[in-house]
């Protein structure tokens, strides 16, 4: 058996998210039908690097998968994408060691969201980033994120659904970025857990709106609440944007 690594960018719109669930389009349903067919039938199970949530994007989402087929990685490429439904693509395909693993070995992530501020609603973007006509604090929301770097115990930016129990994360940089009406939040860290971006970008808005001032984030993390932190934002401005190893 060979060790397939793929990273692969979907459109995250007409899916109940990436993991299987019973009578759900889902990205790895769909990788996996795919995968069968290309394997005569044969079930072939992928791992990736993390699940996201319905409407959540990926651009750079890792998989792996074993297979004994030895195709050219090019071939693997262009056989996926004839194949793949069209909100799926699949960007590259290597062979790998048999020991590497999509989620194990990943070192960090980097995921992006995204706003527009126009005073009226663009159906163009409403599967792709979040409309928010309010003036926001850029100033104060930078400051906020100041508080947020580093080594912490996220238990208040973390769905109370999670199982994980370990909810310490360590976030090495945050960016926020205006470009015209569009503002763009960027964060890369070693890991995050279940809603962990949705709800910092809910927080970081509150302080924006003046609701908040960026001090308080210092106690939202002590709180180790979930209670504390701000709303948790819609999931289509969210896209997985790279996975390092």
Known sequence: MIRYKCIISYDGSGFSGYQVQPNKRTVQSQIEATLAKMHKGRNVKITASGRTDAGVHA??????????????????????NSMLPEDISVLSVVKVDTNFHARFDASGKEYRYFLYQSSKRDPFQRNYAVHYPYPLNLKDMKEACQYLLGTHDFSSFCSARTDVEDKVRTIEEIEILQDGEQISFRFVGDGFLYNMVR?????????GSGKRKPPEIVEILEKKDRSYAGKTVPGQGLYLWNVYY
């Open 59 to 80: 651009k750079g989402q890792v998989i792996h998968f074993d297979s004994p087929l030895s195709l050219l990685e090019e071939k693997w490429v262009a056989a996926l």
């Open 199 to 207: 709800i910092l970008v809910g927080t970081l808005l509150e302080v």
